[in-house]
């Protein structure tokens, strides 16, 4: 599955998934024009995005995906917080998490519950029908108590050390909510060893924090925990 990050943490997320037939948006986290600009201003191929909650790094530009007719997906909860009514809202769609599969070309779509200080967030299951290959996207939650068989890609948000962010100069406020909305380097490996990794080709860490991280030694930590190929975003 070719995966192109066009942005990934506080500064705004958005992401490329494509199986050779179908292309969708992880995320529209961004300016428009950065995701015109990555998919080359074929924005018509995106046969859907898929948002997993509403703060503003995650759905920036929700509305210009609206107006220029790329279906949009998110839960319940999210709409009601983004202030659009999806069953009066052309191209706005809602998904059920745990009870909906939706079929986007060759590609089938299951959200999930996750764990974040928002009104109803979600993480995405996404399989391949056409190559057999299985998605799946978590962010922004610190904890996940599901388990995922036949994954063959895993883009999860590893977004602090435990001791970085021990050390910092954030405020408490800020250290408590990290810890109640975030996932740790700590509770991420511990998600990944207790899935089936057996056909994962590769483990993405996304959404790492600015100042609560070590690219090198997060890489380093869950390549040694999980022995599959680690990339950064």
């Known amino acids: 599955m070719n995966i192109k990050c066009i942005g990934s943490g506080s500064k705004g997320n958005a992401y490329l998934v494509n199986d050779g037939y179908t292309t969708l948006l992880i995320e529209c986290g961004v300016p428009f024009k950065k995701i015109q600009l990555a998919s080359k201003f074929k924005t018509n191929d995106i046969a859907a995005c898929l948002v997993t909650h509403e703060h503003k790094d995650h759905c920036l530009?929700?509305?210009?995906?609206?107006?220029?007719?790329?279906?949009?997906?998110?839960?319940?909860?999210t709409w009601k917080e983004l202030n659009i009514d999806p069953l009066h809202t052309p191209y706005a769609t809602m998904i059920k998490s745990k009870?909906?599969?939706?079929?986007?070309?060759?590609?089938?779509?299951?959200?999930?519950?996750?764990?974040h200080d928002a009104a109803e967030p979600c993480g995405y299951?996404?399989?391949?029908?056409?190559t057999n290959e299985k998605l799946l996207y978590l962010t922004d939650s610190y904890y996940?108590?599901?388990k995922f068989n036949d994954l063959t890609d895993i883009m999860i948000e590893c977004?602090?050390?435990?001791?970085?962010?021990i050390n910092s100069n954030d405020n408490i406020a800020l250290r408590?909510?990290?810890?109640?909305?975030?996932?740790?380097?700590?509770?991420?490996?511990?998600?990944l060893k207790s899935n089936d990794l057996s056909r994962v080709d590769c483990i993405h860490l996304i959404h790492l924090s600015d100042r609560n991280s070590d690219e090198e030694r997060m890489k380093r930590k869950v390549a040694e925990a999980t022995g599959k190929r680690i990339e950064v975003f």
């Not at 009870?99 to 764990?115: D, K, L």
């Open 144 to 146: 996940c108590k599901y």
């Open 159 to 165: 977004n602090y050390d435990d001791e970085s962010l």
């Open 176 to 191: 408590k909510r990290v810890l109640r909305s975030h996932m740790s380097l700590k509770n991420c490996i511990e998600f």
């Open 99 to 115: 009870v909906v599969m939706m079929t986007y070309g060759t590609f089938n779509v299951m959200a999930f519950n996750t764990e």
């Open 61 to 77: 530009c929700v509305k210009e995906m609206l107006k220029r007719g790329i279906e949009t997906v998110a839960t319940s909860g």
């Open 125 to 130: 299951l996404i399989h391949s029908n056409a």
